[in-house]
């Protein structure tokens, strides 16, 4: 498949108030990768994924996804290809009911009633959500009005999903939805971008991490490399899972790589 | 000596068909450290905003059973005047701001209240010690941290010297540094100050570690009560039914009890103090 690769050439950006966010960041994110991006609260790296569609547009540098310059194309366009899921839904849910929050993207990339009723009764059920359908979504929880806004955008198929700190708020069965649905995407081939504060999330779910520290990316590797490199961790602050911390500890696999969930462990023991 | 007394107590909102809470009994001790733990919609708030008074006085629902909190009974007097007794603390920080400076923002609770002017500066100065925000006076309750924020709302809450503390989820729209600020700044109030601590909070690594007492609720009922050494073992294949997490390490623990000599660790600590 051809796909929509993300390049970043010396990407920086300056808000109109002066504040630098992000600068000179080089990263490239292929078709189907699954890639964190951590780091403290003003690091940078909700500046940085805005970026990957368009969402904001770079003051310095240039960002290609596929073969379309961001600073050239509208975000419309580009969110065909590149979807977000923003962190609180209530920044993105609009309608009054669920069905027509799911079919509203589908309209808008043209198409017709019955492929739409198709894909809504599809995405429903893939997502829990087929008895809320007539719902209006501030009747629901914090938690299933999240799995909404996350429905919506991946209900377009777009090559590359972009999860804005999905596990926020929510409950063990949301989690649970959540790395499901990831794992789908990936299967699929899609690319997934996420931005998180859950590192079993990140250690488990995702096999590349990128590590945004005061502007700057300081980390392009695997989580097993991250959460042995003591320096990224203490300066950003950035606590491994119980069982990495805990597996250092006893030396488990003489600490050449960290290791990443449970599973990893037991063949330790 | 019990701080919180309830007895069969249900909650039922006006609009809804299931019971909110429904027959739960719970007695708290002073100075305890307790933890709700509950999937979305099993009760956490609600137990939470019954005990500071907002649910039946603000938020409108039928309550049967009893509920008795440092001696008062929540339903029957205003929540400002419970305020004195109970500090509260909820998710989200931005919405508990209204004022121009940190000062004025800790001041507001108090000067509701009718205190003297010069208790009042004394009593701001002390909360924003307490909670680390001494120097932060002039600064706008807008433009700080999220952590900070949070540690605001501690402040205004401190400054009426509770005898118990409600945190709803206080840390779940926060960073880490942020969520550790809270951490460190609640278990300080807890050891040092002798406050109650009632937090209803998803993280449970930080709950195996600081928690005397984890209460699980279940569709508005309390299905299980204990130590978090207790308590986390023993949802350890009901995760998905609970919809609760247990630590990671009680979970890698649970696979394989002789490696730790029996006892089954919710702490990396314990963990690899126990393990052979």
């Given at each position: 498949m051809s796909g929509t690769k993300i390049t970043c050439t010396k990407v920086g950006h300056t808000y109109p108030?002066?504040?630098?966010?992000?600068?000179d960041v080089d990263v490239t994110i292929e078709q189907g990768e699954v890639v964190s991006v951590v780091g403290q609260?003003?690091?940078?790296k909700t500046t940085l994924v805005k970026h990957f569609n368009g969402l904001l547009k770079p003051t310095d540098g240039d960002i290609m996804i596929g073969d379309l310059n961001t600073r050239e194309n509208p975000v419309g366009l580009l969110a065909e290809k590149v979807g977000y899921v923003f962190q609180n839904p209530n920044h993105q849910i609009f309608a009054a009911s669920v069905h027509e929050e799911l079919s509203f993207g589908l309209k808008n990339i043209g198409l017709n009633e019955s492929e739409i009723d198709k894909k809504v009764t599809e995405i429903a059920d893939e997502f829990l959500l087929t008895e809320y359908?007539?719902?209006?979504?501030?009747?629901?929880g914090f938690s299933l009005r999240k799995t909404v806004g996350m429905a919506s955008i991946i209900a377009m198929e777009p090559d590359v999903v972009i999860l804005d700190e999905?596990?926020?708020?929510?409950d063990y069965s949301g989690v649970k939805t959540i790395k499901e649905s990831m794992a789908k995407l990936k299967s699929e081939g899609k690319t997934v971008i996420v931005v998180s504060h859950d590192m079993p999330l990140v250690a488990e779910e995702t096999d590349r991490v990128l590590v945004m520290c005061n502007t700057e990316l300081i980390f392009d590797g695997s989580p097993a490399d991250l959460f042995i490199n003591k320096s990224v961790l203490e300066k950003t602050n950035l606590k491994p899972p119980q069982i990495t911390a805990f597996a250092a500890a006893k030396n488990f696999g003489g600490n050449k790589k960290a290791v990443l969930s449970v599973d990893d462990a037991m063949k330790y023991v | 000596m019990s701080i919180i007394k309830i007895e069969n107590l249900s909650v039922q909102y006006?609009?809804?068909?299931?019971?909110?809470?429904?027959g739960i009994s719970l007695e708290v001790n002073e100075g305890e450290f307790v933890a709700i733990l509950g999937a979305h919609g099993a009760g956490k708030t609600t137990l939470c905003l019954s005990i500071n008074g907002i649910?039946?006085?603000m938020i409108n629902a039928d309550m049967f059973g009893k509920i008795e909190v440092a001696g008062e009974v929540p339903p029957k007097i205003p929540v400002r005047e419970l305020a004195s007794k109970v500090g509260s603390v909820f998710d989200n920080p931005e919405f508990q701001m209204s004022q121009l400076t940190v000062f004025e923002e800790v001041a507001l609770g108090l000067q509701n209240l009718g205190v003297e002017k010069d208790t009042i500066i004394e009593n701001i100065t002390r909360s924003l010690e307490l909670v680390g925000l001494?120097?932060?006076?002039?600064?706008?309750?807008?433009?700080?941290s999220g952590g900070q924020q949070q540690r605001l709302a501690m402040a205004s809450a401190l400054s009426m010297k509770p005898q118990i503390l409600v945190l709803d989820?206080?840390?779940?729209?926060?960073?880490p540094i942020g969520k550790e600020e809270v951490f460190t700044v609640t278990r300080k109030m807890n050891q040092e100050e002798g406050l109650t601590v009632i937090i209803a909070e998803h993280e449970v690594e930080v709950i195996a570690e600081y928690a005397d007492k984890v209460i699980l609720l279940e569709e508005g009922k309390i299905t299980q009560m204990g130590t978090p050494e207790e308590l986390f073992p023993s949802i350890v294949n009901i995760q998905s039914d609970v919809g609760v997490r247990i630590p990671q390490i009680t979970d890698f623990a649970s696979k394989i009890p002789d490696k730790f000599k029996g006892t089954i660790p919710v702490t990396v600590d314990q963990a690899t103090e126990s393990y052979i």
């Open positions: 108030n002066g504040v630098q966010a992000i600068k609260n003003g690091s940078g359908l007539e719902l209006n979504p501030y009747r629901l999905p596990t926020t708020g929510q | 006006l609009e809804q068909e299931d019971k909110a809470l429904d649910v039946p006085n001494a120097g932060f006076e002039e600064r706008s309750p807008f433009e700080i989820e206080p840390t779940s729209n926060l960073d």
